[in-house]
């Protein structure tokens, strides 16, 4: 069994930049070839797809939300998520995820894991 594996995450003051990793452990998925997002969901909210990137950094898609403050990035066995200009509203726990195929789009995440928590405030 295989799962994601999600970190970076903590606080910052507003304004703020945090990056996110994700990773894959386990044996049965190689994360190099999927394309892989990232979405977050607060209490109380409905889960929102951030960014999403192809194999091979084909292609990037992002919501509008966060889209020139944040950056989505990949390697060969991590996918990063560059969040800068942080503001409150951003607080919410991050997931990586992925719809298990070699392109990507927001809102056809089919898996995902833990989550990392990012809590942006003064």
């Known amino acids: 069994q295989w799962q994601f594996v999600e970190s970076g995450g903590g606080s910052v003051q507003p304004g703020g930049s945090l990056r996110l990793s994700c990773t894959a452990s386990?044996?049965?998925?190689?994360?190099?070839?999927?394309?892989i997002g990232w979405f977050r969901q607060a209490p109380g909210k409905d889960r929102e797809d951030l960014a999403c990137?192809?194999?091979?950094?084909?292609n990037a898609v992002y919501a509008d939300s966060v889209k020139g403050r944040f950056t989505i990035s990949r390697d060969k066995n991590t996918v990063y998520l560059e969040m800068n200009r942080l503001k409150p509203e951003d607080t919410a726990r991050y997931y990586c995820?992925?719809?298990?195929?070699?392109?990507?789009?927001?809102?056809?995440?089919?898996?995902w894991g833990q989550g990392t928590q990012v809590t942006v405030s003064s």
């Open positions: 990137i192809s194999r091979s950094s084909t």
């Open positions: 386990g044996s049965g998925f190689n994360l190099d070839y999927y394309g």
């Open positions: 995820a992925t719809e298990l195929k070699t392109t990507c789009s927001l809102g056809q995440f089919r898996t």
